[in-house]
């Protein structure tokens, strides 16, 4: 045991509390520095239900730093248990000092947790792990399955991406490989990413672009011009260049250097920080390598098991191995022995793949369908990036599928919150 002890972020946003019993949402935060609470759909349900709500930063990201230094001896207190931890001792202190300011004690508000994409399995895991804390969770794109060889993720994004711009990329990766063993310099100055010496990463930050386009309900920016190159008998590796120029690393503001096997060595805290302790989260407990499958790949076959496993050596030592079994055990991965956690889904999201896509007793699944349905569609709208207020559905190729899955978290959270009080004895 360790009793040393760290501050920890959160936030509280109370202007839609009904004081004193209405319920309190937890906002999960995860791999990023946390820096606010975002006026998303959660917003939208905390005003129907006169919740607060509040938010705690993941520790080790943002402001939320045990160590001065990220060094990997550091990193060991950085994993999902010791963060679910974090938010069930949160959780207590936050009912405590409420409890406090109304003047009141022994009494517990209804929480009910929330979260999108890793924060969505934190928000499964936490329901899992302390029903007494929670009425129900929903875990939005949650990626509840630690994947090794994750190749259905980027087999989604080619069914995701349609046939047409599937082969379109398929021929740019084609040229961005021969180009490389040719006029590599040039090539990766072209995409201003000069400063990757590692064709692994320069690759792999590539593939990445397609795949945030695609991921956050963009499938059009990404396709587009790639499709109408492909006709015209323009050069395709140019397009890809101005797309991700454009796209990547203007709109989505993502530098090829977060790419970098040396600055991800950086042990310095800095705004780029996020970037290693999620590598390092991946190489010890989730994995989701991403790799290319053996056939129909889109991203280039060199962004391999290998390329990741090096990379987990190179950046954080020896003996640094995600153990996805012994994560899969923990959790259950998408057999989790939960209750009362909604699962939602988009289904032009690769991540889905490592979600719970069907439906158990007390476990609702839902997808929802459309051409531009990514991660987190149900609490982001579309696209998902970049933000829009309230999550507004109405840019969503169907609004209606949208509303409709948001009409059953409605029900459910009517339904479990009723079912609640004081989950501090009942709620099982
Ligand atoms: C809290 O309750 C005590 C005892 O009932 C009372 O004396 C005090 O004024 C209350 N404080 C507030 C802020 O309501
Ligand atoms: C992952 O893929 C690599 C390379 O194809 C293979 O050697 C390894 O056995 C695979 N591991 C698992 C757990 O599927
Ligand atoms: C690879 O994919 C192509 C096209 O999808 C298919 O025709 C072929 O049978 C596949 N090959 C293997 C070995 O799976
Ligand atoms: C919807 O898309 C249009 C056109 O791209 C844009 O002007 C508008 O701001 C978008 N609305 C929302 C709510 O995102
Ligand atoms: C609950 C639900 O809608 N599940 C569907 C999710 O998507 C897969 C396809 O990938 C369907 O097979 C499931 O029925």
């Not at 398929?170 to 040039?186: F, N, S």
């Not at 969503?396 to 004081?422: F, G, N, Y």
């Amino acid at each position: 045991m360790d009793h040393r002890n760290f501050q920890q972020r959160y936030y509280e946003f109370l202007d839609y509390f009904r004081i004193p019993d209405g319920p309190v949402f937890l906002v999960i935060c995860g791999e990023y520095s946390c820096n606010g609470i975002r006026n998303d759909y959660i917003s939208v349900l905390a005003k129907k239900f006169g919740a607060a709500v509040v938010s705690l930063e993941h520790r080790y990201y943002g402001k939320s730093s045990p160590f001065k230094s990220l060094k990997t001896e550091n990193l060991r207190y950085l994993s999902s248990k010791q963060a679910l931890f974090d938010l069930a001792v949160f959780r207590q202190n936050y009912q405590d000092s409420l409890n406090a300011k109304l003047n009141r004690t022994k009494t517990d508000n209804l929480w009910f947790v929330f979260g999108v994409s890793y924060p969505g399995a934190l928000s499964a895991w936490f329901r899992l792990k302390f029903p007494h804390l929670t009425c129900g969770s929903l875990a939005s794109s949650a990626v509840v399955l630690a994947v090794y060889n994750f190749t259905e993720f980027d087999q989604q994004i080619g069914e995701s991406a349609g046939a047409e711009c599937k082969a379109a990329l398929q021929e740019t990766t084609r040229l961005v490989e021969q180009k490389l063993t040719t006029h590599g310099k040039a090539l990766k100055a072209s995409f201003n990413a000069a400063d990757l010496e590692i064709d692994g990463d320069f690759l792999y930050f590539l593939a990445d672009a397609a795949v945030t386009a695609i991921q956050y309900g963009n499938p059009d920016i990404l396709c587009k011009p790639l499709v109408e190159a492909k006709k015209d008998g323009k050069d395709l590796v140019d397009a890809y260049a101005k797309f991700v120029k454009e796209f990547y690393s203007g709109t989505e503001g993502v530098s090829a250097q977060s790419y970098n096997q040396k600055s991800l060595k950086n042990t310095a805290i800095t705004e780029d920080s996020s970037d290693r302790l999620w590598w390092f989260q991946v190489c010890t407990e989730v994995a989701y390598f991403q790799v290319a499958p053996s056939n129909g790949s889109i991203r280039s076959s060199k962004v391999d098991t290998r390329y990741h496993l090096d990379l987990c050596k190179n950046v954080f030592g020896e003996g640094i191995f995600p153990d996805v079994d012994a994560t899969n055990i923990y959790y259950g991965g998408t057999k989790i022995a939960g209750s009362k956690i909604i699962f939602t889904n988009g289904s032009q999201d690769p991540w889905r793949r490592a979600s719970k896509q069907i439906s158990s007793p007390d476990m609702p699944s839902y997808t929802i369908t459309c051409h531009n349905c990514g991660h987190g569609t149900d609490i982001r709208g579309c696209p998902q990036s970049p933000f829009n207020i309230e999550g507004n559905e109405k840019n969503c190729t169907s609004p209606d599928a949208v509303h409709k899955v948001r009409q059953k978290i409605i029900e459910h959270m009517d339904l479990w919150l009723s079912q609640c009080q004081d989950p501090g004895k009942t709620c099982i």
